[in-house]
């Protein structure tokens, strides 16, 4: 019975009403202060509570899809409404250029990118009647060349993709990442994000452009926090430079980083910053949707830094920001007021962004920490990635 069927839930509130049934029906038979009475009718109360809680979990679980099958869940599987405000652009609009000058770039930067074998993806299927009309949506995995991690992925392809007239033509390509542990599904059963392209697209609000939609949980169920690990899975190394030499591989997207972004939400947005601000020579373009900009680590991240702090201070972004060189990127953050903890390291952010990094911010006025606020986010951020990014 799968993690996410219905008839496990069905199965667990059915189970839940026995046993809530059970304690009514038993409840006269065990009174008494008696210490045995006492265990059962502790143990009877236990039981259904335990059972009705399991059954709200799961049900939630099938709903955000955090977990998609047991092995996921136990680490043994493999890798709303409102208009949304006007993006705040603080420094003049202006197209970023690539940047050639040797030092310029992120620690990430070793030149042009060139494609490894096509067999690097793998499992394509095609899931759109008409896809000239109607785009299409693909369910891939994605082997890393040079890390040997894979990851599952769905890329979403325009349906100028699949038209004549732009058999030639090279599109930009847009990584998309949910939060930790996440899971690609849930940006398309939840958040609907392919419907809230293709409206952008129909509207001309947002230009043709693929997504590879993805999480960033590859080393289940550690939270790598997009992170190379010292003696450890090169999760960066992963997003950063096998990702998209796979995808360029594999489809028509531009070739150049002026046609290259990354977005996320939450340890997404995190992952979508450090991995632009790291590997500027890739991509030119980032947005972080509530997402995070210190270096995190906890029960589920493990020691991610092999105990230097100098690796640490290297994947925390407001230290990166404040005693590096700037990366010449476009960033938008995202956050809400009111809701939001993580709004006052986004303030912190934006205040300490200078040349040659741009800064963008589009803030609610208040919103959670859920796929509601990042749907109402989401397309502001759309537009605003259509109107930095170039295809060839």
Not at 130 to 142: A, F, R
Request: proline share 8%; glycine share 10%.
């Amino acid at each position: 019975m799968g993690l996410t069927s219905g008839s496990l839930i069905g199965l667990l509130f059915l189970v839940t009403a026995a046993l809530v049934a059970g304690t009514v029906w038993l409840w006269p038979q065990v009174a008494g202060a008696r210490i045995r009475t006492i265990a059962t009718r502790t143990g009877l109360l236990v039981s259904s509570h335990l059972a009705l809680a399991l059954a709200v979990l799961v049900s939630l679980n099938a709903h955000f899809l955090f977990f998609l099958s047991w092995d996921e869940l136990i680490g043994t599987g493999g890798a709303g409404a409102g208009n949304p405000p006007a993006v705040v652009k603080p420094q003049a609009e202006e197209r970023q250029q690539p940047v050639t000058q040797e030092g310029s770039v992120g620690r990430g930067a070793s030149g042009p990118l060139q494609p490894p074998p096509p067999s690097a993806i793998t499992g394509k299927k095609v899931a759109t009647k008409n896809p000239e009309l109607n785009g299409d949506l693909e369910h891939i995995e994605i082997r890393g060349a040079t890390t040997g991690i894979k990851s599952e992925a769905y890329v979403q392809l325009p349906p100028q993709y699949f038209q004549p007239a732009y058999a030639k033509h090279r599109f930009p390509a847009v990584v998309v990442m949910t939060g930790y542990p996440g899971n690609p599904r849930a940006l398309i059963r939840v958040m609907h994000l392919p419907d809230m392209i293709r409206t952008g697209e129909k509207s001309g609000a947002v230009q043709p452009m693929i997504y590879v939609m993805l999480r960033p949980t590859v080393a289940p169920p550690r939270d790598t926090e997009c992170t190379d690990v010292p003696g450890g899975p090169q999760v960066e190394t992963f997003f950063g430079t096998d990702l998209p030499r796979a995808i360029m591989a594999g489809y028509r997207t531009s070739t150049d980083r002026s046609g290259w972004a990354f977005m996320g939400d939450s340890t997404g947005g995190y992952c979508a910053a450090k991995i632009a601000m790291d590997h500027s020579d890739r991509f030119s373009t980032a947005v972080s949707l509530s997402g995070y900009f210190h270096s995190l680590k906890d029960l589920t991240t493990g020691d991610l830094y092999g105990a230097s702090l100098a690796v640490r201070n290297q994947n925390d972004l407001l230290w990166r920001i404040q005693h590096l060189p700037p990366p010449p990127i476009n960033l938008l953050v995202t956050s809400c007021k009111v809701g939001e903890r993580t709004y006052p390291q986004a303030q912190q952010f934006l205040a300490l962004a200078k040349p040659p990094l741009k800064a963008d911010s589009l803030i609610l006025d208040s919103g959670g920490h859920n796929y509601q606020t990042f749907t109402r986010m989401m397309p502001g951020a759309l537009a605003w990635l259509s109107g930095k990014l170039v295809g060839q």
